[in-house]
C-alpha cells in the first residue's frame, strides 16, 4: 500500500528474526518497545498526519481538477498520471541524498513547508496555470521528502531489537492513515458546506485541501519535538546561513541525480538488469489498478452511485484487508519462492477486476441479502436502497486485497534475490520502477472515463473494468509466458 514501505521490507531483511515461545513470546515482540526513545513515538504520528493529509488529496486530486479548474476527465488524468505521480516518484529517487545532506529534522521541515505553501496556493486560487505551477508540482515536491526520511527515522530511533516491530508498526500506521483520508473523503463531502470568508467560498474539493492542510500544520509542531535526541547528524550539524543550506542542496540534487544516471549505465551491461526490468514492468500492470482507486474510481463511483456515494468507506476495505492479512501470508508461504507467490498474487488481483465487469444484475439478491443490508447501511451508512455495484465493489477489493497480500511484499524481495552479490543495493533502487511504469499507465484512465463513464451520456462501465481487468492480466500471463528467462533460482526455497 503506497511507495515508502515497499523499501522497508528489504531494509529489514538483514534483522535477524524473533522466535516466538507461545504466548509470552508473541507479547514480546511487541514490549520491546517498552522505553523506546520518544522520537520514535512521534515518527509514528508524523507518519499518520503525512500519510493522511497526502491520502487525502490523492483522492481528491482528479475530482479537484475536473471540477474546480475545468480540465477534461483526459486531461485531468494525464495530469495525475504523466505529471504529478511521476514526478513524485522521481523526486523521492533524490530526497534520500538530501536527507543524508542535510539531516532528518531539517528535511522534515522542509518537505511539510513546501507542502504547506503548495496547499495553501491550491486552496484559494482556480487559475489552473497557478495551481498547477506553485501547488500541484511543489507538493510533488514536498510529499516526496518526506519518504525516505520516514524510513531513516524508523531505522535511526528504534535500536536493533526493536526495529523489525518498529517497521511493521509504520506500515501499520500508513494504512491507519488511508482508512482515516477514507472517512475524511466522504465527510467532507456528504456535509456539503457553504462556507465564505470575505467572499471566498471553497468547493467541497478546495474544503478536503483544507483538511489536508489542517495536518500538514500540526505537523510543524509535533517535528519541533524531535529537536532533541535528534541523532548525531543533526546535533552535529551546527548552524549554517540560508545561502549555504540551499548550496548544499542544490549540490546534492545534482550529486544524486549523477550519481543515478551512473547505477543505471552500470546496470545496463547486466542481464540480470533486464531481467528485474522485465519483470518490473508486468508488475507495473498491478500498480495500475492499485492506483486507479484513487485517479478513477472516485470518478466512477460519483458518476454511477451519485454524488455523496462513500466512495473513501469502499476504497478503505483494501487497507482493511491488508493489515490483516498480510502478516498472516507472509508466516504462511515464507517456504515458497518470491516468484511463484508473485504470479498467484497476480492472478487472483487480476481475477478480482472481472467482478466489477460483470453485469450488475447478477447481484441484485446478494444487495438485498442481509449481508448486502449490512454491507450499505451499516458499514457505508446508506439511507437508499443498495446499489449492486456497492456488493460488486467491495468484493472486487476483498479478492484485490488477497492477491495484493500475496504478491506485493514478495516483489521486492524477488529483486533482492535476482541481484548479483554486492549489489542487492543498486538492484533495490530500483524498486520504485513498478510504481512508475503503473502511473503511467493510469495516466490514460481519463480517456476511458470518458468515453464509457462521461458525466453526461449513455454509459457503459461494465467495458471500462473490463479493460482495467485485462491490462491486470498482462502481469500473471506475462510471468508465466516469460519464465524461463525472467525467473533465477531463490536460495532456500522450493522451486
Not at 480540465?71 to 504529478?84: R, T
Not at 526490468?277 to 495500475?288: C, P
Not at 498472516?328 to 508461504?333: E, K, V
Not at 449481508?371 to 479478492?399: F, R
Amino acid at each position: 500500500m503506497g511507495e515508502a514501505i515497499k523499501t522497508t521490507l528489504i531494509a529489514d531483511e538483514t534483522v535477524p528474526p524473533v522466535v516466538p515461545t507461545g504466548f509470552r513470546g508473541f507479547l514480546a515482540k511487541f514490549t520491546v518497545l517498552k522505553g523506546a526513545q520518544h522520537n520514535l513515538w512521534l515518527t509514528f504520528l508524523i507518519k499518520f498526519l503525512i500519510y493522511t493529509a497526502y491520502s487525502v488529496t490523492n483522492k481528491t486530486m482528479v475530482l479537484w481538477l475536473s471540477k474546480d479548474l475545468g480540465f477534461s476527465d483526459q486531461a485531468a488524468g494525464a495530469l495525475v498520471g504523466w505529471v504529478w505521480a511521476p514526478a513524485m516518484t522521481v523526486f523521492t529517487l533524490l530526497a534520500g541524498s538530501v536527507t543524508d545532506a542535510i539531516g532528518l529534522r531539517r528535511t522534515f521541515f522542509l518537505g511539510v513547508a513546501i507542502c504547506t505553501i503548495a496547499r495553501s496556493v491550491m486552496v484559494v486560487t482556480t487559475i489552473p496555470s497557478l495551481a498547477l505551477a506553485c501547488g500541484v508540482l511543489p507538493l510533488a515536491v514536498g510529499e516526496a521528502l518526506g519518504t525516505p526520511v520516514l524510513l531513516a527515522a524508523t531505522r535511526r530511533y528504534s535500536t536493533t531489537a526493536q526495529r523489525s516491530i518498529s517497521f511493521s508498526l509504520i506500515y501499520m500506521v500508513m494504512n491507519i492513515g488511508y482508512v482515516a483520508a477514507g472517512y475524511i473523503f466522504d465527510y467532507v463531502r456528504q456535509l456539503n458546506l457553504h462556507v465564505s470568508l470575505f467572499g471566498f467560498e471553497p468547493s467541497s474539493y478546495q474544503q478536503l485541501f483544507v483538511v489536508s492542510l489542517a495536518f500538514e500544520i500540526v505537523l510543524f509542531p509535533v517535528i519541533y519535538f524531535l529537536r532533541r535526541d535528534a541523532g548525531t547528524r543533526i546535533r552535529n550539524e551546527g548552524v549554517q546561513s540560508d545561502a549555504i543550506f540551499w548550496r548544499r542542496i542544490g549540490q546534492t540534487v545534482r550529486q544524486s541525480s549523477i550519481e543515478t544516471a551512473d547505477l543505471f549505465r552500470r546496470l545496463i551491461g547486466q542481464s540480470g538488469f533486464y531481467r528485474l526490468l522485465a519483470f518490473f514492468l508486468f508488475i507495473g500492470f498491478l500498480k495500475a489498478i492499485f492506483l486507479q482507486m484513487d485517479y478513477v474510481f472516485p470518478k466512477f463511483g460519483i458518476r454511477e452511485l451519485g454524488l455523496y456515494a462513500p466512495v473513501g468507506k469502499l476504497s478503505n476495505i483494501n487497507a482493511i484487508v491488508i493489515i490483516c492479512l498480510v502478516p498472516i501470508i507472509g508466516a504462511l508461504t515464507q517456504r515458497f519462492a518470491a516468484y511463484r507467490m508473485v504470479v498467484i498474487g497476480g492472478a487472483i488481483c487480476a481475477a478480482a477486476v472481472f467482478i466489477m465487469a460483470l453485469p450488475t444484475e447478477w447481484f441484485e439478491p446478494a444487495a438485498d441479502s442481509a449481508v448486502g443490508q449490512w454491507l450499505g447501511h451499516g458499514y457505508l451508512g446508506l439511507q437508499e436502497s443498495i446499489h449492486p455495484y456497492y456488493i460488486m465493489a467491495a468484493l472486487y477489493l476483498i479478492v484485490f486485497s488477497v492477491g495484493e497480500a500475496f504478491y506485493s511484499p514478495r516483489v521486492y524481495e524477488y529483486a533482492a534475490a535476482i541481484a548479483p552479490k554486492g549489489q542487492e543495493a543498486s538492484y533495490g533502487s530500483l524498486a520504485y520502477l513498478p510504481f512508475l511504469v503503473g502511473k503511467l499507465l493510469v495516466g490514460t484512465g481519463g480517456w476511458l472515463l470518458a468515453a464509457y463513464v462521461p458525466e453526461h451520456g449513455p454509459r457503459h462501465p461494465g467495458t471500462m473494468w473490463l479493460i482495467f481487468a485485462l491490462a491486470a492480466s498482462v502481469a500473471p500471463v506475462g510471468l508465466i509466458v516469460f519464465r524461463s528467462y525472467i525467473r533465477v533460482p531463490e536460495a532456500g526455497r522450493e522451486d
